[in-house]
C-alpha cells in the first residue's frame, strides 16, 4: 500500500465519503455504473485503500466495514509519528549538547559580550536556564505578559524540580497581577524566593553567577550576554543589595505588609511628581498602568485638598513632604499641619 497524505484524506472526507455512503446505501455497485466514471478519483481512491472490493457474483463492487481498514492504514503513520519524534528528541539533545559546549567554551571568539536580537531572546534564556547548575537570579521590573509567564513557569518549574536555586525580585505591583500570583505560588512551592521592591530597576537574569542577560534597549528588541567575570559579579552583587530591600513575596494576605508596601508606592509616587516625571515615566518606574498612577495622585490630591498638581506640590513643599520620610504606622507619610 502506498503512502497516503493531506490530498488523499480531504477526498476521502468529502466526494469519496458520499460516494462510499451511497454504495452501503445500496449494497454495492455494478462495474460500468455511471458514477464511477463522474467521480473517478473518489471511486480509485476508496479501491486503493481497501474501502470497496471486486464482487465477482455481481460483477461490481461492495463496501468493506471501515473499522478493518483503518488498522492497516493509521497504525503504521503512528509507529513513524513515534519513530520522527523519538528522532527529533535525539536530534535535539545532540544539538543541547554542542550548545553546551559552544557557551562553556572560552575560545569561541565571542569575546565577553554578545548580543542577541529578538526573536532569539527567550530560546536563548531557555537554553541558559537548562544548563543552570546551581542557582539562577532574576529581577523582573513589571509583571509579564500572561503568555510569556506561562512559558516561564514551565521552564522554571523544571529548573527547580531538578534541585536548582532560584531567586526572582519584582515591583510591589505585581502582587496585584493575577497571572504572576499563581506563577509565584508554583515555583515558591517548588522552594524558590519572590520579593518585590518599590524601587525601579531593570530586567536582569544571572546564571550560576557566570553569566548575566540584561536588555540593550528600552524596547527589549536586543539582549546583552555578559560572560566577563568581574561585571557578572557587580551585577549579582547589586541583585543582592536589592534584595536585602525587598518584601517577600508570600501569598498570605499579610495587613502589617500590605500596609507599608502601599506607604511605599505612595512615597514612591511624592518622589516622581517632586522630579516632575512624566505620567507613562512615572506609571513605569512603579511598574504600574498609567491610569493606576493617576489614581495615585488623585488620591494625593484628596489627601492634601489640592485641586490641581501644582496645588499639590506647593501645600507638599510647604510641609516639608519628600517621599523619603518614614512612613507612619499606617503606611502614610507625615500628617498635614
Known sequence: MRSFGPDDRDLLRSDAARLYEEIVTEGGIKEGDPRIAADQAAFD?????????????????????PGAVQSRLVTPLGQEGARLLEESSQWAQTFGSLAQVWRRSPDTGRGPFTLVHKPDIEPFIEGLVAECQDEMLTAQPQAGR???????????TALLERGMR???????????????????????????????????????IIIDRRVAVIPAHEDLSTAIVIREPSIVAYLADIFERTWERAR???????????????GEQRAMTIRMLIEGHADPVSAKRLGVSA???????????????????????????????????????????????
Do not use: C, W
Open 291 to 337: 491610569r493606576t498612577y493617576a489614581g495615585y495622585v488623585a488620591d494625593l490630591k484628596e489627601e492634601y485638598e489640592a485641586d490641581t498638581r501644582f496645588q499639590l506640590g506647593y501645600t507638599m513643599g510647604k510641609l516639608g513632604v519628600s517621599g523619603t520620610e518614614p512612613a507612619d504606622q499606617e503606611g502614610h507619610g507625615p500628617h498635614k499641619q
Open 166 to 204: 532560584m531567586r526572582t525580585l519584582y515591583q510591589h505591583s505585581a502582587r496585584r497581577h493575577a497571572v504572576t500570583r499563581k506563577y509565584v505560588a508554583a515555583v515558591t512551592d517548588l522552594g524558590a524566593e519572590v520579593r518585590t521592591l518599590d524601587e525601579f530597576f531593570n530586567r536582569m
Open 146 to 156: 500572561d503568555r510569556r509567564r506561562v512559558a516561564a513557569s514551565v521552564r522554571d
Open 45 to 65: 481512491l476508496l479501491l486503493e485503500i481497501g474501502l470497496l472490493t471486486p464482487d465477482r457474483e455481481t460483477s461490481g463492487f461492495h463496501a468493506v466495514d
Open 248 to 262: 517577600p513575596f508570600t501569598m498570605r494576605r499579610e495587613t502589617s505588609t500590605m500596609s507599608g508596601i502601599a
